[in-house]
């Protein structure tokens, strides 16, 4: 069986070693995209990030995408300074730049900026905030479902850090990922507050029974634009869907489980906490919400 591997895990391409990247304003070879050590996002992780992936040419539900990025940074009140058509152009001309055509992720971060001394308090970011867009040739490689294992993290209260702000402060969940992998694990399987099944370090969770789709009730996952193409598609091709607290005994229980995020797209599960979910390989229904969700992108990126 092969060794360690993530939902993240794409096929080695060697241009990436030479791809351009975005920097406030200006687009600059890898090795000269750097940033201060008083960056507010280097120094204490204060800035919103977003994934967009390309299809034949078309950036994939970018004004979603676009949408919960402004709204994250109204959330933390961080000013990007761009409006929504110059973020947009920074992105086309960032792929420009790097002669891409598909099969490409694109991460935009934005942080608070520079800091005029090494502390907490947002009025010492003065500068104006950072604004990069890293941009890599990217094909999922993926040799089989993933394994995951349960961990004690949580994904936590709205009033503590809220999981439907995508944050440069991702520390929770880099633990649960650490965790899993203690357990001999790809991803940590993570619960909400009230002990149900919730989400993955990485990405949204679903499983399937006797045919039917289930997730988390939403109230504490993350804010998924594919989670929610998903949950739109099997209401729309008649495949019931629920959106519920379930538990771990519903999990083991499932007939299929499968992962969904912006890069994986849909990820199947073969096990969680030894147990075989299935048969261990990625089943029809998941299957079945791959095709349709394929058939989403080519009319989306036509």
Same mark, same amino acid.
């Given at each position: ?25 200006? /687009? ?20 919103? @990030? ?8 078309? @950036? ?8 919960? $990025? ?7 009140? +961080? ?53 990069? /867009? /890293? ?35 991702? +520390?929770?969940?880099? $633990? ?14 993570? +619960? ?21 789709? @289930? ?32 538990? $771990? ?39 079945? +919400? ?5 058939? $989403? ?6």
């Amino acid at each position: 069986m092969t060794e360690k591997m993530s939902t993240h895990q794409a096929q080695e391409d060697q241009r990436n070693e030479e791809i351009l990247i975005y920097l406030n304003g200006e /687009i600059v070879p890898k090795a000269e995209a750097k940033v201060s050590v008083y960056d507010s996002g280097f120094m204490l992780g204060d800035g919103v @990030w977003e994934g967009l992936r390309l299809y034949n040419g078309t @950036w994939a539900f970018i004004d979603e995408h676009l949408d919960r $990025l402004f709204e994250a940074a109204k959330t933390i009140d +961080l000013d990007i300074g761009m409006d929504r058509d110059q973020v947009k152009q920074a992105v086309l001309d960032t792929q420009s730049a790097n002669d891409m055509i598909s099969d490409a992720h694109a991460r935009l971060m934005v942080t608070r900026g520079v800091k005029t001394r090494p502390f907490q308090h947002p009025s010492l970011s003065r500068q104006g905030p950072t604004f990069t /867009i /890293i941009m890599e040739h990217s094909r999922p490689n993926l040799p089989r479902p993933i394994r995951l294992a349960t961990v004690p993290h949580l994904r936590g209260l709205p009033m503590t850090q809220d999981p439907k702000l995508n944050s440069h402060s991702k +520390l929770n969940c880099i $633990l649960a990922c650490i965790a899993a992998e203690k357990a001999g694990a790809d991803e940590g399987l993570m +619960l909400d507050v009230n002990g149900f099944v919730n989400t993955t370090n990485a990405c949204n969770f679903f499983i399937v029974r006797k045919g039917a789709v @289930w997730t988390s009730t939403g109230d504490y996952c993350m804010n998924g634009i594919t989670r929610q193409k998903v949950i739109d598609l099997c209401r729309a091709n008649d495949i019931p869907v629920f959106e519920r607290n379930y538990s $771990l005994v519903d999990t083991y229980g499932a007939d299929e489980a499968f992962l969904t995020g912006t890069f994986g797209a849909q990820t199947p599960v073969g096990d969680i906490d030894g147990r075989q979910i299935g048969d261990g390989e990625m089943g029809p229904v998941t299957k079945r +919400l791959r095709a349709l969700y394929k058939d $989403l992108i080519a009319q989306e990126c036509a």
